[in-house]
């Protein structure tokens, strides 16, 4: 890989230093408005109960909404919050008991319910990455006690096995896709993809092949992360903005790469569960890996994050619809914040 001047390499980074640099560089380059509001072109109200997906021809009430109705809310202002994003990869029964890697990456289907109806009942409400940005950008609170749902890498079961449990609680979930195995042996297809996507759960990109992207030269590096987003959003119709870093790797040529390429956050494997806009393209994660009992998994989602009550006078807080921003636009405000990104990241990155 080539250095850039002043830079170190991945290797000469330790998480830490990663996060810190991060912040600091990203806070520089985008204290505030620098989230485009091109991915949630489909949250068409600020309210925090879910909006149904068009077509989808589910009844609009769910177990999902239980706390909604309560009327909590964690009001916009907080430059953190905690919100648990779960990380998962397979829903199976691991075929090889022997394949430890196949095992921690597997969490079975009955495990993966009982998670999911634990969620339900305990009165989480999954939210997707657009939920989370345009909370961290003061557009719309969250709703009480939110939740994350990631599942990597679009296996086959995705959509076989998580996507009707998923649907059945009418939750919100993330599914980061590798575009150049949609369509292969054990994969979700062109078509699940598309049908998913217009049934709650959002689409974000993996990459196009699953590299390390800190080994990649320039080019190949762009390549990955490029055309897996316009892959992924000339399928949908619609902008792709959220990227997960193919078994978590980076370091700040790909971390700047990534801004650059368009994306508005990205996710790690790091552990944890607070986030800020300043940090939205390391966000960290709570990885779920099979086995772990309720008591573990609920243990597992950190601390709540305090709501309040939302009501005021009997009116519930609505904010204004999110305006469609056509991908041309979105892309000029990506442009636009490229120069002082790099400064920035120069400028944090000398000893
Ligand atoms: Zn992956």
Known sequence: MPRMKGRPTGGQVGAAVLVALASYSLAQALPSGGLSAAGTQRSTTGRIVPTPSPGSGLPTVGPGITLAQSGRIIPPGRPAVHVPILMYHYIRVNPEPHDRLGFNLSVTPADFSAQMNWLAGHGFQPIDMRDLRDYLLGKRPLPAK???????????????????????????????????????????????????????????????????????????????????????????????????????????TVLQATQVAGYETATTTAAGTQHSASDRFLWARVRVGGGESLEQFAASLGPEEPSELEAVSGQPRVLEPTPAVPQQANRRLTLSRRAPTQVALQGTLSP
């Open 146 to 252: 939110p939740v994350v749902i990631t599942l990597d890498d679009g296996y086959r079961d995705l959509y076989t096995t998580a996507y009707p449990i998923l649907k059945e609680h009418r939750f919100k979930a993330v599914a980061y896709i590798v575009t150049g195995f949609v369509d292969g042996p054990g994969t979700v297809t062109r078509q699940q993809v598309i049908e998913m996507d217009a049934n709650r759960i959002e689409i974000g990109s993996h990459s196009v092949s699953h590299p390390d992207l800190t080994k990649l030269a320039p080019e190949e590096l762009r390549r990955q992360l490029q055309d897996s987003k316009v892959g992924l959003e000339a399928m949908l119709k619609h902008p792709v903005l959220d990227f997960c870093y193919p078994a978590g790797v980076v370091n700040p």
